[in-house]
């Protein structure tokens, strides 16, 4: 079974800087495609950036240039290190690992507030 845990989430100032860790428990992590997601207030949930097993990324038009995605297979993690934030980044981020064998699994996400 997956387990996924998000955490770095926060209040901070348009063009400050936040970097999202995403912590996933299971044996298929190393083979798994992961994507960050947000949802904003009443605004459907969207793509924000993926990285697949081998380190391909790929990232949603808003946010390319401003933020970078990572994996290290060593310790089942992913990170979001998002810069220059704008206030549309506000949204509650999550985490996705997407798997043959295991499915789709979403953590419970965490929330990002950027406001002045």
């Known amino acids: 079974q997956v387990h996924i845990a998000e955490s770095g989430g926060g209040l901070v100032q348009p063009g400050g800087s936040l970097r999202l860790s995403c912590a996933v428990s299971?044996?298929?992590?190393?083979?798994?495609?992961i994507t960050w997601f947000r949802q904003a207030p009443g605004k459907q949930r969207e793509s924000v950036a993926g990285i697949s097993a081998s380190g391909v990324t790929r990232y949603a038009g808003s946010v390319k240039g401003r933020f970078t995605i990572v994996r290290d297979n060593s310790k089942n993690t992913v990170l979001l290190q998002m810069d220059n934030l704008e206030p549309d980044d506000t949204a509650v981020y999550y985490c996705?690992?997407?798997?043959?064998?295991?499915?789709?699994?979403w953590g419970q996400g965490t929330s990002v507030t950027v406001s002045s």
């Open positions: 996705n690992a997407n798997d043959r064998d295991s499915g789709t699994s």
């Open positions: 299971g044996p298929t992590f190393a083979t798994a495609y």
